[in-house]
């Protein structure tokens, strides 16, 4: 009788959110396959787009239902025998690639779509990368194998070429990609991303690489008696910040480095929390003007003095602070403690993720948009001290070139920071592999056996959780080397 009403409801005009949820609770309670097949030719392409945003619901709902999966096959079957492609027939074709892994239509939806609509759909790529890329039933691989490759010969624009090329070295384990990504596929990602990832990097997948570094590479310096003590004690560190990302290295690794944009963000800190405070002292006065007279004593009288003096003291603390920004800006000043020195740079190959990183005003200059063993191997020798590459290699794979760049623009006693994602030394015998997801991983015996050759010291090596994927631990290390003599 529901059935029939949602039904009776649905005529002539496009179905509601709440008519597609009554249907998913239909189907939740195992009602019979027909009488769900009644529902579907009432199912216009407005309300699909509502199933767009409903996937986690639908698979909470519909994973252990055999109606609920044939509801969900009948919506997906009525899109591509009728030609619609959608973006919602391909969230639904996510859901089957879930829901019935073997289901070899869904992935043929997908590079359809890519083939005909949109070839830089990022859904559908995520989709052929989280899915079907990853599917454990092998006629589903080769089907995408041979789906992907006809794809090849259609695909117009650079980054869709890379994104399909990086795709088929996951599945096959041959080609370029398989060993180095390309340029053009790491900028079609991360311009993608660059609006949220650092949001999504840090809050939602509990990424704390930078932060982790940048503590081992304090306590280094704390607890060695090195070459660069002098350097690190004045805070007149040079610094490349491979891979920058939205500059979170560049901001964890500031207080290292004393230049005008280091200088400008504890100026620019100071100014924020002063007027915080004096706000916030005001608003307490205003409090303390607006009570009864009668309730005013002398201890009252002394913590309204007290309030205003501090109030006087935070003005004049900001007024020196805007002071000196003012200088800053008019670059007519050496620095707070002396002359300016050291500098902060940085390089990503993503233009999107350079002009985020440009925004933290954490680097000396405009962030590079160069690939990263080109922009290593044009700086000046040992003009250094640190390199740092917080979640970079995982997106290179062979290290070799750029270890050899990094050791040769380390000055004695510098410093190459870096993780990776590890995988076991007995997995790959060349000590690195394409994965599943994409990225690359190396073996720790990879990483030393490298290092050993190109001249470097191991003085850190820890195994850390990168971050979350999908609620599991993705694992990793970190590594501290150092440059011990010049070659």
């Known amino acids: 009788a529901l059935t029939d009403a949602v039904a009776a409801a649905a005529v002539n005009k496009p179905l509601e959110e709440a008519t597609i949820i009554s249907m998913v609770e239909l189907a939740s309670r195992s009602v019979d396959a027909s009488e769900i097949e009644k529902l579907n030719r009432y199912v216009s392409e407005e309300s699909l787009h509502e199933l767009a945003d409903m996937k986690a619901t639908l698979i909470d709902n519909l994973q252990y239902s055999e109606s609920g999966l044939a509801l969900l096959l009948l919506i997906f079957d009525c899109e591509r025998s009728g030609g619609v492609l959608s973006n919602v027939g391909c969230n639904i074709a996510g859901l089957l690639a879930h829901l019935q892994p073997q289901n070899e239509n869904a992935v043929l939806f997908v590079t359809r779509h890519l083939s005909e609509k949109e070839e830089n759909d990022t859904t559908c790529w995520y989709l052929l990368t989280s899915c079907f890329a990853k599917s454990s039933h092998e006629g589903v691989r080769l089907k995408t194998i041979s789906a992907l490759n006809d794809l090849s010969t259609k695909l117009k624009t650079p980054s869709a070429q890379a994104r399909c090329s990086h795709l088929l070295a996951i599945l096959t384990q041959s080609g370029a990609s398989a060993s180095r990504g390309s340029h053009e596929y790491v900028k079609a990602v991360f311009d993608d991303l660059a609006p949220v990832f650092e949001s999504r990097l840090v809050d939602t997948l509990g990424y704390r690489v930078p932060w982790i570094l940048h503590e081992r590479v304090e306590e280094h310096f704390r607890s060695n008696d090195l070459h660069l003590v002098t350097e690190y004690v004045n805070k007149s560190l040079s610094i490349i910040d491979l891979g920058c990302g939205t500059g979170l290295v560049g901001k964890c690794f500031s207080n290292l480095v004393r230049d005008e944009c280091s200088e400008r963000l504890i100026l620019s800190a100071d100014h924020a929390e002063t007027a915080t405070q004096i706000s916030r002292l005001q608003s307490s006065i205003i409090e303390m003007n607006t009570l009864d007279p009668s309730h005013q004593d002398s201890d009252f009288n002394d913590a309204?003095?007290?309030?205003?003096?501090?109030?006087?003291?935070?003005?004049?603390?900001?007024?020196?602070?805007?002071?000196?920004?003012?200088?800053?800006?008019?670059?007519?000043?050496?620095?707070?403690?002396?002359?300016?020195?050291?500098?902060?740079?940085?390089?990503?190959?993503?233009?999107?993720?350079?002009?985020?990183?440009?925004?933290?005003?954490?680097?000396?200059?405009?962030?590079?948009?160069?690939?990263?063993?080109?922009?290593?191997?044009?700086?000046?020798?040992?003009?250094?001290?640190?390199?740092?590459?917080?979640?970079?290699?995982?997106?290179?794979?062979?290290?070799?070139?750029?270890?050899?760049?990094?050791?040769?623009?380390?000055?004695?006693?510098?410093?190459?920071?870096?993780?990776?994602?590890?995988?076991?030394?007995?997995?790959?015998?060349?000590?690195?592999?394409?994965?599943?997801?994409?990225?690359?991983?190396?073996?720790?015996?990879?990483?030393?056996?490298?290092?050993?050759?190109?001249?470097?010291?191991?003085?850190?090596?820890?195994?850390?959780?990168?971050r979350k994927e999908q609620a599991s631990d993705i694992r990793g290390a970190i590594f501290i080397l150092v440059k011990s003599e010049q070659k």
């Open 304 to 466: 309204r003095r007290e309030n205003l003096t501090v109030i006087e003291k935070c003005q004049s603390y900001f007024n020196v602070i805007e002071g000196k920004l003012k200088a800053l800006d008019a670059r007519g000043i050496e620095g707070l403690y002396g002359p300016i020195k050291g500098k902060m740079i940085g390089c990503d190959v993503s233009p999107n993720m350079c002009k985020e990183a440009d925004k933290t005003c954490a680097y000396s200059e405009k962030v590079s948009g160069e690939d990263c063993d080109l922009f290593l191997q044009k700086q000046d020798e040992s003009s250094f001290h640190i390199v740092v590459s917080a979640d970079t290699y995982i997106y290179l794979g062979d290290l070799r070139v750029n270890f050899e760049a990094a050791y040769r623009a380390l000055v004695v006693g510098g410093l190459l920071a870096f993780s990776v994602e590890l995988i076991g030394d007995e997995e790959e015998e060349k000590g690195f592999r394409l994965l599943d997801s994409g990225r690359y991983g190396q073996s720790s015996k990879y990483i030393k056996e490298l290092a050993s050759s190109v001249g470097f010291e191991i003085a850190k090596e820890e195994d850390i959780v990168v």
